[in-house]
């Protein structure tokens, strides 16, 4: 219709009778008034749909509340230029570790997203189209947790762990992604925490280890690609055939400002097994790999944290088992390799807490999902600390609240240490 009709036909319609008016208005207001019905039973009815759907995943966990909607960073933030502190009590330093088993609710990573080779030289068999598509292990499916719902239930677990030990630094192990990481700190309104995680190499379970920090690092999260031969020089493991080279796979090196202090950490999840001949020379190699790390990248620190799940013994502290070690692995830990870092030799903190209570994890021998106390409760969780913070320390715990039970919240509990700083 071009202008002059359309003015023609304005002008038609202003010389139509009233009667004719009104009837063509009445016709019209009904169809408009139907549409609008119409259109008002469709949004109903979709905004009903949402909110049931909305009820419905808001009820089924914490996890899954969290989780709606959100979407996150694949890699975790830098550290900032300007690192804030976001501590309460800046007179005292919480640090804590906890070793989360399988904390992994399935993420995607992207395409491109695995890396090639493991630690012990097996390839990983997955595809892209696995739930887990870094390890050769998918979780949820083939790890503790085998279904989605379990995986949920877990998360949920382990959030409301976090919420007690309350920690300023809390270093995690055996967790997906950075995702999960932000998941956490969503489940965890009002705890100041941020994450951090530099993803590791270990492409047979794809684990890692990271951080929630109300502290932010002045430096950025890095890793060492060292490998060292093995077995080393006067190993202590039982003999073996096998020889190689390795690394660590599953670790981050970083440091924060603590006060007027530098303190550096180097978190931690070395091979299992410790009874295990190979593993165990291999687990050697790997803790003189970590000491070096530290003592090179982290050389200008005040003081030095190592934490997290060794998978050893410390014949110097020994656990409420009497276990004796097969490895030099803590012995390595402790001693620095440069003399420039003397200063850095470490200690366990597990000398503070008293034999009847210094144990981390529980090893099911008799595969009954049962904790029978015992020999089954072991220490290979560990927080080694430099001499000045060991001089700060207040408190050691190693927190046994929650019960050790086949899929229940982990086979480890957190280790947690108050400083004077």
């Given at each position: 219709?071009?202008?002059?009709?359309?003015?023609?036909?304005?002008?038609?319609?202003?010389?139509?009778?009233?009667?004719?008016?009104?009837?063509?208005?009445?016709?019209?207001?009904?169809?408009?008034?139907?549409?609008?019905?119409?259109?008002?039973?469709?949004?109903?009815?979709?905004?009903?749909?949402?909110?049931?759907?909305?009820?419905?995943?808001?009820?089924?966990?914490?996890?899954?509340?969290?989780?709606?909607?959100?979407?996150?960073?694949?890699?975790?933030?830098?550290?900032?230029?300007?690192?804030?502190?976001?501590?309460?009590?800046?007179?005292?330093?919480?640090?804590?570790?906890?070793?989360?088993?399988?904390?992994?609710l399935g993420q995607l990573a992207p395409?491109?997203?695995?890396?090639?080779?493991?630690?012990d030289k097996r390839s990983s068999q997955?595809?892209?189209?696995?739930?887990?598509?870094?390890?050769?292990?998918?979780?949820?499916?083939?790890?503790?947790?085998?279904?989605?719902?379990?995986?949920?239930?877990?998360?949920?677990?382990?959030?409301?762990?976090?919420?007690?030990?309350?920690?300023?630094?809390?270093?995690?192990?055996?967790?997906?992604?950075?995702?999960?990481?932000?998941?956490?700190?969503?489940?965890?309104?009002?705890?100041?925490?941020?994450?951090?995680?530099?993803?590791?190499?270990?492409?047979?379970?794809?684990?890692?280890?990271?951080?929630?920090?109300?502290?932010?690092?002045?430096?950025?999260?890095?890793?060492?690609?060292?490998?060292?031969?093995?077995?080393?020089?006067?190993?202590?493991?039982?003999?073996?055939?096998?020889?190689?080279?390795?690394?660590?796979?599953?670790?981050?090196?970083?440091?924060?400002?603590?006060?007027?202090?530098?303190?550096?950490?180097?978190?931690?999840?070395?091979?299992?097994?410790?009874?295990?001949?190979?593993?165990?020379?291999?687990?050697?190699?790997?803790?003189?790999?970590?000491?070096?790390?530290?003592?090179?990248?982290?050389?200008?620190?005040?003081?030095?944290?190592?934490?997290?799940?060794?998978?050893?013994?410390?014949?110097?502290?020994?656990?409420?088992?009497?276990?004796?070690?097969?490895?030099?692995?803590?012995?390595?830990?402790?001693?620095?390799?440069?003399?420039?870092?003397?200063?850095?030799?470490?200690?366990?903190?597990?000398?503070?807490?008293?034999?009847?209570?210094?144990?981390?994890?529980?090893?099911?021998?008799?595969?009954?999902?049962?904790?029978?106390?015992?020999?089954?409760?072991?220490?290979?969780?560990?927080?080694?600390?430099?001499?000045?913070?060991?001089?700060?320390?207040?408190?050691?715990?190693?927190?046994?609240?929650?019960?050790?039970?086949?899929?229940?919240?982990?086979?480890?509990?957190?280790?947690?240490?108050?400083?004077?700083?």
């Amino acid at each position: 219709m071009n202008q002059s009709e359309a003015t023609a036909l304005i002008v038609q319609q202003q010389q139509q009778s009233p009667q004719t008016a009104r009837a063509m208005m009445s016709r019209r207001t009904r169809v408009v008034l139907g549409a609008i019905l119409a259109i008002g039973l469709v949004c109903g009815a979709v905004a009903l749909a949402v909110s049931m759907s909305s009820s419905s995943a808001s009820s089924s966990s914490e996890a899954q509340g969290r989780r709606t909607g959100a979407t996150y960073p694949v890699a975790c933030p830098a550290a900032p230029a300007n690192p804030e502190d976001r501590r309460t009590d800046k007179s005292r330093l919480r640090v804590a570790s906890f070793n989360a088993e399988w904390l992994f609710l399935g993420q995607l990573a992207p395409t491109g997203a695995r890396e090639s080779g493991t630690d012990d030289k097996r390839s990983s068999q997955s595809s892209d189209s696995d739930v887990h598509r870094r390890g050769a292990i998918s979780c949820p499916g083939d790890c503790t947790w085998t279904t989605p719902q379990e995986a949920v239930q877990h998360f949920d677990r382990v959030v409301k762990v976090l919420k007690d030990v309350n920690a300023d630094i809390i270093n995690l192990v055996e967790i997906e992604n950075c995702t999960i990481l932000y998941y956490l700190v969503n489940a965890l309104p009002g705890f100041g925490y941020k994450p951090y995680l530099i993803t590791g190499t270990d492409t047979a379970t794809g684990q890692n280890v990271g951080i929630l920090t109300r502290v932010d690092p002045y430096m950025a999260m890095t890793r060492d690609e060292s490998r060292q031969n093995y077995p080393v020089p006067g190993t202590q493991c039982a003999a073996a055939t096998a020889s190689g080279t390795t690394g660590v796979s599953k670790h981050y090196l970083t440091a924060f400002q603590i006060n007027n202090k530098k303190v550096g950490m180097m978190g931690l999840h070395l091979l299992s097994q410790p009874w295990q001949a190979e593993n165990c020379r291999k687990r050697e190699a790997q803790a003189l790999v970590a000491r070096n790390a530290a003592d090179t990248i982290l050389a200008g620190v005040d003081e030095l944290i190592f934490l997290g799940d060794f998978n050893d013994y410390d014949g110097t502290v020994l656990d409420i088992a009497g276990s004796v070690p097969t490895s030099r692995t803590l012995e390595y830990l402790k001693t620095p390799i440069n003399p420039s870092t003397a200063h850095l030799a470490l200690s366990n903190v597990a000398s503070h807490v008293p034999l009847e209570n210094r144990y981390t994890s529980w090893w099911d021998k008799d595969n009954s999902c049962v904790d029978e106390g015992g020999d089954e409760h072991t220490s290979i969780d560990h927080m080694l600390v430099s001499a000045g913070l060991a001089a700060g320390i207040q408190n050691v715990l190693f927190d046994h609240e929650f019960v050790a039970c086949c899929q229940c919240v982990s086979d480890h509990w957190p280790v947690v240490v108050d400083f004077a700083v």
